[in-house]
């Protein structure tokens, strides 16, 4: 018999996350005999989105459908994750390292009495040998680490590992568990949030991130005007969300989000180390800064020296050509 995986799904509002899909290609890598078992946890029907992580890759997928899992607790999850894991007895594990995942996978290595590598960009299969490559020191350097015994329990960074096509011709068993779930102590009320439109900035393949140099919450108008035309997201420094021209929940670096998008457009950001935290690893990094002495053309691919409110609106325009 194969040996198993299990893959944990992550859903936002009503759909898989795409790090869930990720996940299961991370899976293929570490072993692609394996039989791969995605877990979804939730509330009401889950069977659509079982069917899409076996598109995605999943050989078969179980789902904990439950009132009490309709908002993230790590009692709740950890519970009904746990379940499925003592059951399938898997080799490894494997989830994103999103706020949820951050929360949740070291809950369930405790329990496991195992380790946890989290935060993987990369995964370096050589025969037996299966090496996570994973940022330190704040993206400056990169370490690799083997797991020598127990469970492969790892978390990757969205957008690093590429999720396999979607297969609509795929099919695997869906098995809905039911499960009782006690003892939470944590009560959700009510979710409040924040209106935000358009793209989920840690998921978004291209960022347009304003710093101070933006100057105030109109300036960033622009830049939302820019991030709509190119199909992606507004991020922000902390010294913008400092200044209040915007949310902190734009904010990328190491004390807000780390992100790996495609496209990273820095407008008015000086390129602090803790910002660079975030970011660095974006694959093509576009910096727009009137100081041409700026730290952040140290990691730009592309630089323009200039005004930002005389460059955006040129940017905007000839995208529009396109
Ligand atoms: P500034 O450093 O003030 O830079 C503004 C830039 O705009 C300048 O380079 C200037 O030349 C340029 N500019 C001005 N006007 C224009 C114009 N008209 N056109 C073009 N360019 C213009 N920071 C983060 O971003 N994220 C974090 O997570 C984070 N965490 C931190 C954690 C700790 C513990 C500490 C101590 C700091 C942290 N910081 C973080 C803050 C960080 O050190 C910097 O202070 C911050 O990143 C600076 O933001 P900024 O680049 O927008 O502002």
Redesign the pocket.
């Known amino acids: 018999m194969s040996e198993k995986i299990v893959v944990i799904g992550e859903t936002k509002d009503g759909s898989l996350r795409n790090v869930s899909y990720e996940a299961i290609a991370a899976a293929k890598k570490v072993d692609a005999e394996a039989e791969l078992v995605g877990v979804i946890c939730g509330s009401g029907e889950l069977e659509e989105l079982g069917k899409e992580m076996i598109y995605y890759g999943a050989d078969r997928v179980v789902t904990i459908s439950h009132d009490s899992l309709t908002a993230y607790t790590s009692e709740g999850f950890g519970q009904a994750v746990l379940a499925v894991i003592h059951e399938e007895s898997p080799k490894s594990i494997v989830m994103g390292h999103t706020s949820i995942g951050k929360d949740l996978t070291p809950k369930i290595a405790s329990k496991l009495e195992t380790g946890l590598i989290s935060d993987a960009v990369d995964i370096e299969v050589e025969g037996d040998k299966i090496q996570f490559v994973r940022p330190i020191y704040s993206g400056k350097a990169f370490e690799k680490k083997i797991i020598t015994d127990g469970i492969t329990f790892f978390t990757i960074r969205p957008n690093n590992i590429p999720a396999l096509n979607r297969d609509e011709a795929r099919s695997g068993e869906i098995t809905p568990k039911n499960l009782d779930i006690t003892d939470i102590r944590t009560v959700i009320k009510d979710v409040v949030r924040k209106a935000s439109e358009g793209v989920d900035l840690s998921e978004a393949n291209v960022i347009v991130a304003g ?3 933006v ?1 105030s919450e109109d300036g960033f108008k622009p830049l939302y005007e820019l991030a709509e035309v190119l199909g992606g997201a507004v991020g922000a ?4 969300c400092d200044a209040e021209y915007c949310d902190y929940s734009l ?6 989000k780390v992100v790996t998008p495609d496209l990273y457009i820095a407008v ?5 180390i ?2 660079l935290a ?1 970011m660095s690893n974006s694959k093509v990094i576009v910096a ?4 041409p002495e ?1 730290n952040i053309f140290n990691v730009a691919d592309y630089g323009i020296v ?4 005389e460059v955006i609106p040129l940017l905007i325009e000839e995208v529009k050509k396109l």
């Open positions: 710093g101070r140099g100057k420094s902390r010294g913008a904010q990328i670096g190491q004390t807000g008015g950001i000086s390129g602090a803790q910002h975030g727009i800064n009137k100081d700026a200039g005004d930002l409110f």
